[in-house]
């Protein structure tokens, strides 16, 4: 019998920072066997996120699932984490480098 997944402290609150950012989120959590604990989706753009707190670490099973995938799954810590990986991603999906000062 499978025990029910363990969610991590900080989800609540990294969850709501990406839905107030303007995110869909979806958790995977129950999912388990080493599927990431929420997808997001923001501006036409997927992301898998893994949660930990922050001195939280990706188990074996996780690990090996991960490297399987053909894309990114990001590991997240923090609320600003997450909401710089859904910015950042979507600004270069729209050709807005914002160090180089382009639109």
Known sequence: MRRAAKVDGNQAEIIKALRDSGASVTSLHQVGQGVPDILVSHAGVWYLMELKTPKGSVNEIQSEWMKKQKAPVYVVRTPI??????????????????EKGTR
């Not at 270069?92 to 914002?98: K, M, P, Q, S």
Request: charged letters at 20%; aromatic letters at 6%.
């Open 81 to 98: 984490q997450a909401c710089e990986i859904i910015g950042q991603t979507w600004r270069t999906a729209l050709g807005d480098d914002l």
